[in-house]
């Protein structure tokens, strides 16, 4: 049972470069996430989605863009990476029940992403 | 909108020394409330989920509560292995589905 699955591990941009950060989930969960985790800062919402073709901004959207085309895969797109853009990046998912109960969320092992 | 903040942000016990956590919270309407277990390198593991003031859960050494405006992570007798970070979140009514997470307390047990 794979859980939630994050493309790539590891990467090194040149800034002003692209990239798209994947992830994938088979637990057929509604809610899906990204934050990014820097020292002293704690995990910050970038963008959510709560089910197919759906997405939102969190905390920290500028810079970023997402896509949820289909329900296990939730895209994070850099269109121009920048130096401060350096950060680990995690995905989530969770099933979400219903507005009243929110469930617990799963995460993937993180995509470490270095700007130079 | 919702707030989440963690006390304190570092916690160095010894082995035995039970303690707590404290996450404090601002939310509208709380559709939950959780505790996560970070280990250097990994991404957060869930432990304990809570939803309406009064609730308690345990496991192994830890205990989970919650009151209207914060929750405790309660270790007892804690082990080495225990040493991690210690993430809290909430999701409220106001922005549906909306995750948000405290700064964490980062806790280290000696031998």
């Known amino acids: 049972n794979a859980g939630v699955t994050q493309t790539p591990k590891f990467r090194v941009l040149k800034t002003g470069q692209s990239m798209t950060l994947l992830c994938a989930q088979d637990m057929n969960h509604e809610y899906m996430y990204w934050y990014r985790q820097d020292p002293g800062m704690g995990l910050r919402l970038i963008h959510y989605?709560?089910?197919?073709?759906?997405?939102a901004k969190g905390e920290v959207p500028d810079g970023y863009n997402v896509s949820r085309l289909k329900k296990q895969n939730f895209l994070l797109g850099l269109e121009s990476a920048a130096p401060s853009q350096t950060s680990v990046y995690f995905c989530a998912s969770s099933s979400g029940r219903n507005y009243l109960m929110n469930t617990e969320a799963f995460f993937g092992q993180g995509t470490r992403l270095t700007v130079v | 909108e919702d707030q989440v903040t963690q006390s304190p942000e570092a916690l160095r016990l010894q082995e035995g020394e039970s303690s707590s956590l404290n996450c404090s919270y601002t939310?509208?309407?709380?559709?939950?409330l959780f505790w996560y277990r970070q280990d250097p390198g990994k991404g957060p593991e869930f432990l304990f989920t809570?939803?309406?003031a009064g609730e308690e859960k345990e496991k192994e050494r830890l205990k989970a509560t919650l009151t209207k405006k914060e929750s405790f992570l309660h270790i007892t007798a804690p082990k080495p292995e225990d040493s991690a970070t210690y993430l809290c979140?909430?999701?409220?009514?106001?922005?549906?589905?909306?995750?948000?997470f405290g700064q964490g307390t980062i806790l280290t047990v000696h031998p």
């Open positions: 939310v509208s309407g709380l559709r939950g």
């Open positions: 979140a909430v999701t409220g009514g106001t922005s549906y589905g909306k995750l948000t």
């Open positions: 809570l939803y309406s």
């Open positions: 989605s709560v089910g197919e073709g759906t997405t």
